[in-house]
């Protein structure tokens, strides 16, 4: 008897003591939900625009469901309109797989020689290469055009692809992988008779999985959304990135913004696609781009 | 001969790894020297010429920057960048911050919310930029329309030199969000349960216990939050470049011209190439200043667990 009461009355306590952490809780809910709708309603408000016909864009007051859709025929009026959006999307795409496979093979030969190996430079070489990070892009635009101009590279796929298949950000993530892989394998496949090509293909680089899915991440979103190197390096109607085709309608005042948001639509659904498939290693690749300072 | 093989190793074998160790970095270390390297080398010495379309480079010491300092359109856009800054970073992290503290709770669709909120981030500046432009517009954009509600009719946010740097900052936050929310997630794992068993037997409350033990555990990503913040800030032009394209570039009288668009226009606008590397030699010493001071400021305010333990 007393061993009951005793327990109802903890019973009563905890329960008692859990309306205010439970209601901090439904409040906390309250608020991340209110946030979550503020941050999707743009990517709403571009699918809804992307399928109005443009007699429906200047309406009042505002509808999120179109009284007529009309997706399919903004999609053929964007590739009528524009020339070439197919062609700007297949170049990012291009591009894109350029820069990740040519970053992976760079990326992963140095990572790994300056990880395993000794020779004479090694450190300067490599804090040379982190001293690029700190410079931004943006700072050296002008050179890079220059450059590219001198070289008689610009408005070419070269031009868009080769100088980002290096990387020192790349280096310094994949060299911080490599070196958590035990060092007795490596030894156990030299001795084996593997040269240090095989080893890293063998055994360094499958044991770096994550690592390498969340570098690769991080390339391909920056490959595809990139913006200010494709303006100023290749901009003709063949090597035009699809970033670089959304700003040229946005700046033609007369392109109705059904058709801009079709574009954006368009070029924001691969990374969305991948991100979907891939979240774990986004956010790995976030978490892992924020020790790069 | 014999010197180069001595520098390269003691044994035949050491050398033989030299070898290949100098194999495998040459090409990404060539391409970052001949695509980066000189480019940075470059900068420093384009910044001392005279260069434009009409004339080859030429030497003038120090007169573009003299020229900058004397520059109205320079100094409004380092005004620009820096209120821009002053209205992006604050609230970024402090937003940011407050979703990262409420999805670390136990609360239902955790995971769904945390997609959510980072949906943002992988898509690109541009598409953001024009999806916001719209938004924007003063009468048939989803915000003109809200705002009709509440008898404020046709605010031409892009036009008016006023307003124009509120919707930079307001696309610039949205999509920077998810970004500092994972770094801020990420650190709150970090922090011992144990701290807040001590403090809660201690009989601190909530908000002592967010004060005491959250806020001080917090401070090296609060730290690393707030200088990628503060450099992103620094580096705004996708957003300008888009935003004002259909109404004036760069914004009415140069209002939404940052210093990164200023150097963009100075280059591929006005063809002054010499003129444009002092903006971007400018640019980049403003960053590197602000890592600097971060870094000394950091070792007064930030606490790092191992200098206590």
Redesign the interface.
């Known amino acids: 008897m007393v061993e009951q009461q005793g327990r109802a009355h903890d019973a009563g306590m905890t329960w008692a003591r859990s309306i205010p952490y439970i209601s901090g809780r439904v409040i906390s809910f309250l608020i991340l939900v209110a946030g979550a709708v503020i941050m999707v309603l743009p990517f709403v408000w571009m699918v809804s625009t992307a399928c109005k016909p443009a007699s429906e864009l200047q309406r009042l007051p505002v509808r999120f469901v179109p009284e007529t859709p009309s997706c399919l025929e903004n999609l053929n009026t964007l590739y009528a309109t524009s020339g070439g959006f197919n062609r700007y999307l297949l170049n990012s795409g291009l591009v894109t797989v350029g820069r990740t496979i040519g970053q992976l093979v760079t990326c992963s030969l140095a990572a790994y020689g300056f990880a395993r190996f000794r020779f004479p430079g090694r450190n300067v070489l490599f804090a040379l290469s982190l001293g690029l990070l700190m410079v931004p892009f943006q700072a050296i635009v002008v050179q890079e055009y220059l450059l590219l101009r001198q070289i008689g590279w610009l408005n070419t796929f070269a031009a868009l692809i080769v100088p980002g298949m290096f990387s020192a950000f790349a280096l310094f993530l994949l060299r911080q992988a490599f070196l958590q892989v035990p060092i007795e394998l490596e030894e156990a496949a030299i001795i084996d008779g593997a040269n240090p090509l095989q080893v890293l293909w063998k055994v360094t680089l499958p044991l770096s999985g994550p690592a390498l899915a969340a570098f690769a991440v991080i390339t391909v979103q920056a490959a595809w959304n990139d913006f200010l190197f494709p303006l100023v390096a290749a901009n003709t109607p063949e090597t035009r990135v699809v970033t670089i085709g959304i700003a040229l309608l946005q700046g033609e005042r007369s392109t109705p913004y059904n058709l801009i948001m079709m574009g954006s639509f368009l070029a924001t659904l691969p990374m969305l696609a991948l991100f979907v498939l891939l979240q774990r290693y986004f956010i790995e690749g976030v978490a892992m781009s924020g020790l790069k300072r | 001969m014999t010197m180069i093989r001595n520098?390269?190793?003691e044994t035949p074998l050491?050398r033989r790894?030299?070898?290949?160790?100098?194999?495998?970095?040459a090409?990404?270390?060539l391409?970052?020297f001949f695509?980066?390297?000189?480019?940075?080398l470059?900068?420093f010495a384009?910044s001392l010429t005279e260069w434009n379309v009409l004339k080859p480079a030429e030497f003038v010491g120090l007169a573009n920057f003299v020229r900058l300092a004397n520059d109205a359109r320079f100094w409004q856009a380092l005004g620009n960048t820096v209120r821009l800054l002053l209205m992006v970073v604050p609230t970024g992290v402090a937003l940011s911050l407050g979703?990262a503290l409420?999805?670390n709770?136990?609360?239902?669709f955790r995971t769904l919310?945390?997609?959510?909120?980072?949906?943002?981030?992988?898509?690109?500046?541009?598409?953001?930029s024009?999806?916001?432009?719209?938004?924007f517009?003063p009468?048939?954009g989803?915000l003109g329309?809200a705002l009709a509600i509440f008898g404020l009719r046709d605010v031409n946010w892009l036009t008016r030199p006023d307003l124009v740097l509120i919707p930079i900052a307001v696309v610039t936050i949205?999509q920077r969000?998810?970004?500092d929310m994972?770094?801020f997630l990420?650190g709150l794992q970090t922090i011992p349960r144990e701290l807040y068993e001590a403090a809660t037997i201690d009989g601190a409350n909530r908000w002592q216990r967010f004060r005491f033990v959250t806020l001080p555990m917090l401070s090296p990503t609060t730290f690393?939050?707030s200088?990628?913040a503060i450099?992103n800030a620094?580096?705004i032009?996708?957003q300008v470049?888009?935003m004002t394209?259909?109404t004036s570039r760069g914004g009415v009288g140069g209002s939404a011209s940052t210093l990164?668009y200023y150097?963009?226009d100075s280059?591929?606008g006005r063809f002054e190439?010499g003129y444009?590397?002092a903006v971007?030699?400018v640019?980049?010493l403003i960053?590197?200043a602000v890592?600097v001071v971060q870094l000394r400021l950091q070792r007064r305010w930030v606490y790092y667990e191992s200098e206590h333990g």
């Open positions: 520098a390269l190793g050491a790894r030299a070898l290949w160790g100098l194999a495998l970095v090409p990404n270390i391409g970052l695509f980066f390297g000189v480019p940075v470059a900068a384009t979703v409420l999805l709770q136990r609360v239902p919310l945390r997609t959510v909120y980072f949906l943002p981030v992988v898509t690109s500046t541009v598409a953001a024009v999806v916001w432009t719209w938004i517009q009468r048939y989803l329309n949205w969000l998810g970004f994972v770094l990420a690393l939050v200088v990628l450099i620094f580096q032009f996708d470049y888009i394209a259909r990164a150097l963009y280059a591929f190439y444009a590397s971007a030699l640019l980049f960053i590197l890592t």
